[in-house]
């Protein structure tokens, strides 16, 4: 019946759909994974159940068999406690690997207990056969195990029942025959269910994943398919950057020196004529072998590229190409020789097709190579093979790189502003050209030492097989009946031949100075030689031109000689055109110098970007001559109106600042003229009460004789206190009229210390209680000054310095302290303030004897206190120092030179 009813099941399924037939070893193994994963889950699941569900029983056991339910509790405890252990089983390395061995016990372990149960209590009367049945009922649900464990388990199930059925006492009465079929009847029922449930799911599930997995199989095909279209759309997108590039610039340079000949009072026979047609011809065959290359990859492409061998004598068509590779090599000092064994001689080969693949390896292997290295060129026979090795000393190639340097238009340096130029086509083109003759191309690289590229060709002894394989479809005959073919073959090698090199000697320019003159200055900005010669004698005449080779140069050259116009090819090595805006817009000189682009793309995404990156203009190749000075001329005029604005502007905002420090200078005169007028008068009338208090003092002295012994020594002492106060009102009244009569400023020689100690006088009620002041002036030293101003000096750095003492840490060392202190050294005499302040902070050096400048909060400090002592003491022909370390210190040292005070006028 089980068999019957899962051949049912089965064929309910379409055949097709059962990937279980399919032989794909990555299917199976991941499908087993899945499964591994999958028991693990519903393991650790059903021993949980177990677990939990096993001792729950006991509430049954003490309604339905109350006497049993205390031996029943134990089993049950038993059969969970097995169970944990198979849970800790599920977490070990061990359990993973034999997991399908932990699968059964899980369910055996409890159907197990039951059948106990049932045997104890009635055996084929008890109601606990129920309790089999949630087995089974659990391992079709949880478990979902293969159909023949599930017949296994169901099966075992079963026969445990029987066994308790038959172990069970003898009961009375005892159990009729239709009870024992009515059990097993819904047991064994159970069971098929069970079995043919989990066979239907075990088919849908591997039918699930077999989709899930072709699902993830297709995604991962798509996404891979996805990742190449963007790698070829990039592929393309380089393309057609470096095709426009390796076009256009030579198409500018045949057509802009043609519109120069074009004009008129042109002459052909000029020495500047003879140059243009030199590069127009020279970027003609430039043109000519770009177009040639990509015709040999389309028809090999088409497959309609034709093989034509002819006897080679291979010693003499080695040495020519060598030696017309030869000149590239010693421009760029490096050594290039050949080497071709004896047994080597004629051979029947494609003699276009085999110089043009080994011009191409000469040519990269000169080409990356550094100066002072070897190229070698190596010829012999192999066997039946005919090879020749190109190896050089160059910088190599990586490993990982080297399986794509055959690709079409694969490049190792994709960036615009690589040092080597091309559009990649070299090496796939030497590839196809071999192996269309049936020979092979190898490649040998280790990075920083060097490469060698092999060719083999088949060795087909020359004559014997001299034969011409015809295109498949061929091309139509030009109409070039009026040309000579040889003339025109001769045209198709040379341009084979023209070197894809830059000249190293073009590429070095002289050593460029400033010269003054007239004419705006130019930078141009280009790694084509024959751009640099072109565009520089079209821009001499109204131009002073400077010239670059690379971007890194330009960027130099720019700040160095800072010019009025910049105009920069875009794809240079070094830096591209984009990263020289950028760099120049990011330095405060060259930020305003216009830059022109020239680009071989007029996309609207190559003009964006550079104008994100600072550029102010574009011209795109192939470019007119016309447009080209109208361009320049405009930018020139209006970076030259700009700079004088600019001049302007810093003289305006100059001029204004003047103004601001001559007005803060006047109302400063002002107050100190109406502080003089206020105090002459204040001083007036002062001195007469001042006069009549010493005139009675006097008067009192006399009357202090008639006093006695006693009484006259107490009257003696309160006298001498008035007169000492009197005499410091008097002093007072003395410094004021000196600090508001300054006088017309006429250096004396001013007694130091007596003007420190007005100063002092001055501030007595901000230092006095506060402040330790240690005055060390020596007696009777003198400097040249003005004596008020002096002490106008000396008073602002006193307030200078109690300022700076109000804001020191209370946790800083040491009392708070002034310390005034002079001396001559040589020719200068020196005199110092010095504090204990937290100093002044390093970033503000600079800028203290500015006008208006002040580290203090708006409404404390003009900040033109400093300023004004710094004009005054220059005036006198002296300097104010600063030597301060912050958080420790500040010292003002006023320097005074000494021939001033020996001619300054003597004081009174």
Same mark, same amino acid.
């Given at each position: 019946?089980?068999?019957?009813?899962?051949?049912?099941l089965?064929?309910a399924?379409?055949?097709?759909?059962d990937?279980?037939?399919?032989?794909?070893?990555?299917?199976?193994?991941?499908?087993?994974?899945?499964?591994?994963?999958? !028991? &693990?889950?519903i393991?650790? $699941? *059903?021993?949980? #159940?177990?677990?939990? @569900?096993m001792?729950? /029983?006991? %509430?049954?056991?003490?309604?339905?068999?109350? !006497? &049993?339910?205390?031996?029943f $509790? *134990?089993?049950? #405890?038993?059969?969970? @406690?097995?169970?944990? /252990?198979? %849970?800790?089983l599920?977490?070990?390395?061990?359990?993973?690997?034999?997991?399908?061995?932990?699968?059964?016990?899980?369910?055996? @372990?409890?159907?197990g207990?039951?059948?106990v149960?049932?045997?104890?209590?009635?055996g084929?009367?008890?109601?606990?056969y129920?309790?089999?049945n949630?087995v089974?009922i659990?391992?079709n649900?949880?478990?979902?195990?293969t159909v023949?464990?599930?017949?296994?388990?169901?099966?075992a199930?079963?026969?445990?029942?029987?066994?308790?059925?038959?172990?069970?006492?003898?009961?009375?009465p005892?159990?009729?025959?239709?009870?024992?079929?009515?059990?097993?009847?819904?047991?064994?029922?159970?069971?098929?269910?069970?079995?043919?449930?989990n066979?239907?799911?075990?088919?849908l599930?591997?039918?699930?994943f077999?989709l899930?997995?072709q699902?993830?199989?297709?995604?991962?095909?798509l996404?891979a398919?996805?990742r190449?279209?963007?790698?070829?759309?990039?592929?393309?997108?380089?393309?057609?950057a470096?095709?426009?590039?390796?076009?256009?610039t030579p198409l500018?340079?045949?057509?802009?020196?043609?519109?120069?000949?074009?004009?008129?009072?042109?002459?052909?026979?000029?020495e500047?004529?003879?140059?243009?047609l030199?590069t127009?011809?020279?970027?003609?065959?430039r043109l000519?072998?770009?177009i040639?290359?990509?015709?040999d990859?389309?028809?090999?492409?088409?497959g309609?590229?034709?093989v034509?061998?002819?006897?080679?004598?291979?010693?003499?068509f080695?040495?020519?190409?060598?030696?017309?590779a030869?000149?590239?090599?010693e421009?760029?000092?490096?050594?290039l020789h050949?080497?071709?064994?004896?047994?080597?001689?004629?051979?029947?080969?494609?003699?276009?097709?085999?110089?043009k693949s080994?011009?191409n390896?000469?040519?990269?292997?000169?080409?990356?190579?550094?100066?002072?290295?070897t190229?070698?060129?190596?010829?012999?026979r192999?066997r039946?093979?005919l090879?020749?090795?190109?190896?050089?000393t160059?910088?190599?190639?990586?490993?990982?790189?080297?399986?794509?340097?055959?690709?079409r238009?694969?490049?190792?340096?994709?960036?615009?502003?690589?040092?080597?130029?091309?559009?990649?086509?070299?090496l796939?083109?030497?590839?196809?050209?071999?192996e269309?003759?049936?020979?092979?191309?190898?490649?040998?690289?280790?990075?920083?030492?060097?490469?060698?590229?092999?060719?083999?060709?088949?060795?087909?002894t020359?004559g014997?097989?001299?034969?011409?394989?015809?295109?498949?479809?061929p091309?139509?005959?030009?109409?070039?009946?009026?040309?000579?073919?040889?003339?025109?073959?001769?045209?198709?090698?040379?341009?084979?031949?023209?070197?894809?090199?830059?000249?190293l000697?073009?590429?070095?320019?002289?050593?460029e100075?400033?010269?003054?003159?007239?004419?705006?200055?130019?930078?141009?900005?280009?790694?084509?030689?024959?751009m640099?010669?072109f565009?520089?004698?079209q821009?001499?005449s109204e131009?002073?031109?400077?010239e670059a080779?690379?971007?890194?140069?330009?960027?130099?050259?720019?700040?160095?000689?800072?010019?009025?116009?910049?105009?920069?090819?875009?794809?240079m090595?070094?830096?591209?055109?984009?990263?020289v805006?950028r760099e120049?817009?990011?330095?405060?000189?060259?930020?305003?110098i216009p830059?022109v682009?020239?680009t071989?793309?007029?996309d609207?995404?190559?003009?964006?970007?550079g104008?994100?990156?600072?550029?102010?203009?574009?011209?795109?190749?192939p470019?007119s001559?016309?447009?080209?000075?109208?361009?320049?001329?405009?930018?020139?005029e209006?970076?030259?109106l700009?700079?004088?604005?600019?001049?302007?502007?810093?003289v305006l905002?100059?001029?204004?600042e003047?103004?601001?420090?001559?007005?803060?200078?006047?109302?400063q005169?002002?107050k100190m003229?109406?502080?003089?007028r206020?105090?002459?008068?204040?001083?007036h009338?002062?001195n007469?009460?001042?006069n009549?208090?010493?005139?009675?003092?006097?008067?009192l002295?006399?009357?202090?004789?008639?006093?006695s012994?006693?009484?006259?020594s107490?009257?003696?002492?309160v006298?001498?206190?008035?007169?000492?106060?009197?005499?410091?009102?008097?002093?007072?009244?003395?410094?004021?009229?000196?600090?508001s009569?300054?006088?017309?400023?006429?250096?004396?020689?001013?007694?130091?210390?007596?003007t420190?100690?007005a100063?002092?006088?001055?501030l007595?009620?901000?230092?006095?209680?506060?402040?330790?002041?240690?005055?060390?002036?020596p007696?009777?030293?003198?400097?040249?000054?003005?004596?008020?101003?002096?002490?106008?000096?000396?008073?602002n750095?006193?307030?200078?310095?109690?300022?700076?003492?109000a804001t020191?840490?209370?946790?800083?060392?040491?009392v708070?302290t002034?310390?005034?202190?002079?001396?001559?050294?040589a020719?200068?005499?020196?005199?110092?303030?010095?504090?204990?302040?937290?100093?002044?902070?390093?970033?503000?050096l600079?800028?203290?004897?500015?006008?208006?400048?002040?580290?203090?909060?708006?409404?404390?400090?003009?900040?033109?206190?400093?300023?004004?002592?710094?004009?005054?003491?220059?005036?006198w022909?002296?300097?104010?120092?600063?030597?301060?370390?912050?958080?420790?210190?500040?010292?003002?040292?006023?320097?005074?030179?000494?021939?001033?005070?020996?001619a300054?006028?003597?004081?009174a």
């Amino acid at each position: 019946m089980i068999r019957a009813l899962t051949s049912i099941l089965r064929s309910a399924i379409p055949r097709e759909a059962d990937p279980a037939r399919a032989s794909d070893p990555e299917f199976r193994a991941a499908f087993a994974a899945e499964d591994l994963r999958e !028991r &693990l889950r519903i393991g650790k $699941l *059903g021993c949980l #159940l177990v677990i939990l @569900l096993m001792p729950l /029983g006991y %509430l049954l056991d003490a309604e339905v068999y109350p !006497r &049993l339910s205390e031996p029943f $509790l *134990g089993l049950r #405890l038993l059969c969970s @406690l097995l169970t944990c /252990g198979l %849970l800790a089983l599920h977490f070990t390395a061990w359990g993973e690997r034999h997991v399908f061995w932990l699968g059964p016990p899980i369910a055996l @372990l409890p159907a197990g207990c039951i059948a106990v149960m049932i045997a104890v209590s009635n055996g084929v009367q008890s109601s606990y056969y129920a309790g089999l049945n949630l087995v089974l009922i659990a391992v079709n649900v949880v478990a979902r195990w293969t159909v023949a464990e599930s017949l296994g388990i169901t099966g075992a199930v079963v026969l445990m029942y029987l066994a308790a059925c038959l172990a069970a006492p003898v009961s009375e009465p005892p159990a009729s025959a239709a009870d024992r079929f009515n059990n097993l009847y819904f047991l064994s029922l159970t069971a098929v269910i069970v079995v043919a449930g989990n066979a239907l799911y075990n088919q849908l599930r591997l039918r699930e994943f077999a989709l899930r997995f072709q699902l993830n199989r297709n995604q991962a095909q798509l996404e891979a398919n996805n990742r190449k279209l963007r790698e070829l759309d990039e592929i393309k997108g380089r393309f057609f950057a470096n095709i426009s590039h390796e076009l256009r610039t030579p198409l500018t340079l045949l057509l802009a020196p043609l519109e120069a000949l074009r004009r008129p009072g042109a002459r052909l026979g000029s020495e500047e004529s003879a140059g243009h047609l030199q590069t127009m011809h020279a970027n003609g065959l430039r043109l000519l072998k770009l177009i040639n290359d990509l015709l040999d990859l389309v028809r090999l492409e088409s497959g309609r590229m034709a093989v034509r061998r002819e006897s080679v004598a291979v010693p003499e068509f080695i040495a020519g190409i060598v030696e017309s590779a030869r000149k590239f090599a010693e421009d760029r000092r490096i050594h290039l020789h050949r080497e071709i064994a004896e047994t080597v001689g004629a051979v029947s080969v494609d003699r276009d097709k085999l110089e043009k693949s080994l011009l191409n390896l000469l040519t990269n292997a000169i080409k990356f190579t550094p100066g002072g290295g070897t190229v070698t060129c190596r010829t012999f026979r192999d066997r039946d093979e005919l090879v020749i090795e190109v190896a050089d000393t160059g910088i190599g190639i990586k490993p990982e790189e080297q399986p794509r340097v055959f690709d079409r238009f694969w490049q190792s340096d994709t960036s615009s502003h690589r040092k080597y130029q091309g559009v990649g086509i070299g090496l796939a083109l030497v590839k196809e050209l071999i192996e269309v003759q049936g020979g092979s191309v190898g490649l040998v690289s280790e990075l920083q030492k060097g490469s060698t590229f092999t060719l083999r060709l088949p060795w087909i002894t020359a004559g014997s097989a001299d034969v011409t394989v015809e295109d498949p479809e061929p091309e139509p005959a030009p109409e070039t009946a009026a040309v000579d073919p040889a003339w025109l073959a001769n045209l198709h090698r040379r341009a084979d031949l023209f070197p894809s090199i830059t000249s190293l000697r073009e590429s070095i320019r002289q050593v460029e100075t400033a010269t003054s003159g007239g004419l705006p200055r130019i930078l141009i900005a280009d790694d084509e030689p024959d751009m640099l010669r072109f565009l520089k004698s079209q821009l001499s005449s109204e131009f002073q031109v400077l010239e670059a080779v690379d971007g890194l140069q330009a960027t130099d050259k720019a700040t160095q000689f800072l010019p009025e116009v910049i105009l920069c090819d875009m794809m240079m090595p070094e830096r591209d055109g984009l990263e020289v805006c950028r760099e120049l817009r990011s330095r405060t000189a060259t930020r305003g110098i216009p830059l022109v682009l020239l680009t071989a793309r007029a996309d609207e995404e190559t003009k964006l970007r550079g104008l994100q990156a600072g550029a102010d203009d574009f011209l795109t190749k192939p470019f007119s001559g016309v447009e080209l000075h109208i361009r320049l001329k405009n930018l020139v005029e209006s970076h030259r109106l700009q700079r004088d604005l600019v001049r302007q502007k810093q003289v305006l905002e100059a001029t204004i600042e003047e103004l601001k420090e001559t007005e803060m200078q006047l109302v400063q005169s002002e107050k100190m003229a109406s502080l003089g007028r206020l105090s002459a008068g204040v001083i007036h009338e002062i001195n007469n009460p001042l006069n009549y208090v010493k005139t009675g003092l006097v008067v009192l002295g006399r009357q202090g004789g008639d006093l006695s012994a006693v009484a006259r020594s107490r009257f003696e002492m309160v006298l001498a206190d008035i007169n000492e106060g009197v005499d410091r009102v008097v002093r007072i009244v003395s410094d004021l009229r000196r600090f508001s009569h300054p006088g017309d400023g006429t250096v004396t020689a001013v007694q130091v210390g007596e003007t420190v100690e007005a100063a002092l006088r001055f501030l007595a009620a901000e230092w006095r209680g506060n402040v330790t002041v240690e005055n060390a002036i020596p007696s009777g030293f003198t400097v040249g000054a003005s004596s008020s101003r002096l002490l106008q000096v000396l008073i602002n750095l006193l307030q200078n310095s109690l300022d700076s003492l109000a804001t020191r840490s209370p946790d800083a060392e040491g009392v708070p302290t002034i310390r005034l202190q002079a001396r001559e050294e040589a020719t200068r005499a020196l005199v110092s303030v010095w504090d204990n302040g937290p100093g002044i902070a390093a970033s503000n050096l600079d800028k203290i004897f500015d006008p208006f400048f002040t580290t203090k909060d708006v409404g404390e400090g003009t900040g033109l206190g400093l300023s004004l002592c710094y004009r005054m003491v220059t005036e006198w022909g002296g300097r104010i120092l600063v030597n301060t370390e912050e958080g420790r210190f500040c010292e003002f040292l006023l320097e005074f030179p000494i021939e001033a005070k020996s001619a300054a006028v003597p004081t009174a």
